[in-house]
């Protein structure tokens, strides 16, 4: 089981990124989804999440400007960030909480983070 994020890169004040992250492998189910974020000398911390029926919870610092979704049929979860801040600057890694086939637990998986650049 992996996880695969891709949508990072460089933008500007007040632009728009997307985030994408697909999970593959022998997978029974998938929980919770979500993403986080970690800037240089930061601690890891949470920036939103979605459970397998939609219900979304935001970071105080994103609400209104970004949007959590998900394909549980393309086993996917997407990130649209607007209204960018410099703030936002980070590794954004996208994690899930996932039960593989034959077994009978669940699993946190990470991707491998990809780099969000917010500057003028």
């Known amino acids: 089981v992996q996880l695969q994020a891709s949508g990072g890169g460089l933008v500007q004040p007040r632009g728009s990124l997307r985030l994408s992250c697909v999970a593959s492998?022998?997978?029974?189910?998938?929980?919770?989804m979500g993403w986080y974020r970690q800037a240089p000398g930061q601690q890891r911390e949470l920036v939103a999440t979605i459970t397998s029926g939609g219900t979304t919870t935001y970071a105080d610092s994103v609400k209104g400007r970004f949007t959590i979704s998900r394909d549980n049929a393309k086993k996917s979860v997407n990130l649209q960030m607007n209204s960018l801040k410099t703030e936002d600057t980070a590794v954004y890694y996208c994690?899930?909480?996932?039960?593989?086939?034959?077994?009978?637990?669940?699993?946190?998986?990470w991707g491998q983070g990809t780099q969000v650049t917010v500057s003028s």
């Open positions: 492998g022998s997978i029974l189910r998938i929980n919770d």
């Open positions: 994690n899930a909480e996932i039960r593989p086939l034959r077994t009978y637990y669940t699993t946190d998986y």
